[in-house]
């Protein structure tokens, strides 16, 4: 089944205690994408990566880093997580462009405590 | 900068009634619109986008640039439209996308 899995889909945390939030895809797409969701802020976009080592910044990337080092994978690292990240967060990804459809993760709930 | 405007947080109408979700957004170059729906307990998912100029689910919207609008309209709602609904943007060319705030749809019988 075509499909974009995150892993874990629940964590609570401690500050400053580094983790990582993995997102796979089997669609062959290029495009892969984070975002945040907070209640009354909608979904903002963490970093993106056009294809294997090309990432770029989304509109929240501060406290966040990503990595491409395969098609399929686009992990989310936080070095050292602080309570404001506690948040929604899903993955998707598209063929080629952000234009393209994107197919949704089923989400990560993070707490940090 | 990019922004999108969902000035509903909530839009609650009978069922058969139009249903007018709105969307404005600032860019001042040529965008590309769209309107993403979250079903419940289901991954959020691409409904429609302004280039295709379709109908989904009786679903239209039409990019107004003189307004900078993108408005999602149906004449008759149904049940099974209650959803969260987010309008987005990506900037001609780009590939950073601008969501919106969201706007929780509830069709009530």
């Known amino acids: 089944e075509a499909q974009v899995t995150q892993n874990p889909r629940y964590l609570i945390t401690v500050t400053g205690k580094k983790l990582t939030v993995t997102c796979s895809q089997n669609m062959n797409h290029e495009y892969m994408s984070w975002y945040r969701q907070d209640p009354g802020l909608g979904l903002r976009q963490i970093y993106y990566s056009m294809n294997v080592e090309v990432t770029d910044k989304g509109d929240v990337p501060e406290g966040y880093k990503v990595s491409r080092k395969e098609k399929r994978n686009f992990p989310l690292i936080l070095e050292s997580p602080s309570p404001n990240q506690t948040s929604l967060y899903f993955c998707?990804?598209?063929?080629?462009?952000?234009?393209?459809?994107?197919?949704f993760g089923p989400g990560t709930r993070l707490t940090v405590l | 900068a990019q922004r999108v405007t969902q000035p509903e947080k909530l839009l609650s109408v009978f069922k058969g009634a139009p249903v007018e979700l709105k969307c404005n957004y600032s860019y001042s170059g040529s965008p590309e619109l769209f309107w993403y729906v979250q079903y419940s307990r289901q991954r959020l998912q691409l409904l429609l986008r302004?280039?295709s100029r379709e109908s989904i689910k009786g679903f239209t919207a039409d990019l107004n640039k003189g307004e900078t609008s993108f408005h999602l309209k149906k004449p008759f709602a149904q049940e099974e439209d209650s959803a969260m609904y987010y309008c987005a943007l990506i900037a001609g060319g780009g590939n950073k996308l601008t969501f919106g705030t969201g706007t929780q749809l509830k069709v009530e019988l």
């Open positions: 302004h280039i």
């Open positions: 998707a990804s598209s063929s080629r462009t952000g234009s393209d459809e994107q197919f």
